[in-house]
C-alpha cells in the first residue's frame, strides 16, 4: 500500500505563503486519486483540495482562488501551494490517497483510505 509523507508546514504571517509537499512511495497517476484535508483543533477534518485523473481538481469554497494542488508525477509528489494565508488556514494539514479512478475526486475523507501524518501549519494575524 501507498505511504505517504508531508512536508513543508510552518508559521508564517496572515498573506503570507507556504508550500506543502507530499512524497508518496510509489507511484499514484494512474492508480491513486489524492487530496489535501486539514483539522483544526476542535474541529473535524476536512476536504481542502483533490486532484484526479486527467488533473482534475476540486477545492473547497474557503481556498478557491488562493490554493493550488498539483502533483509531479515523475517525484511521486503531490504538492499544495498556498498563497493569501489567513489565521483561519491554521491546522494540521494532511496528504491523503484514494485507489481508483476519479474525475474530480470528492472532497469526503470516507473516499480516501490512505494517510500521511501531517504537518502543521500556523497563520498569524
Known amino acids: 500500500q501507498v505511504q505517504l509523507v508531508e512536508s513543508g508546514g510552518g508559521s508564517v504571517q496572515a498573506g503570507g505563503s507556504l508550500r506543502l509537499s507530499c512524497a508518496a512511495s510509489?507511484?499514484?497517476?494512474?492508480?491513486?486519486?489524492m487530496g489535501w484535508f486539514r483539522q483544526a483543533p476542535g474541529k473535524e477534518r476536512e476536504g481542502v483540495a483533490t486532484?484526479?485523473?486527467?488533473?482534475?481538481?476540486r477545492y473547497a469554497d474557503s481556498v478557491k482562488g488562493r490554493f493550488t494542488i498539483s502533483r509531479d508525477n515523475a517525484k511521486n509528489t503531490l504538492y499544495l501551494q498556498m498563497n493569501s494565508l489567513k489565521p483561519e488556514d491554521t491546522a494540521m494539514y494532511y496528504c491523503?490517497?484514494?485507489?481508483?479512478?476519479?474525475?474530480?475526486?470528492?472532497?469526503?475523507?470516507?473516499?480516501?483510505?490512505?494517510w500521511g501524518q501531517g504537518t502543521q501549519v500556523t497563520v498569524s494575524s
Open positions: 486532484i484526479g485523473r486527467g488533473e482534475s481538481t
Open positions: 491523503a490517497a484514494g485507489k481508483g479512478v476519479w474525475w474530480y475526486p470528492p472532497l469526503g475523507r470516507e473516499y480516501f483510505g490512505y
Open positions: 510509489e507511484y499514484t497517476d494512474s492508480n491513486y486519486f
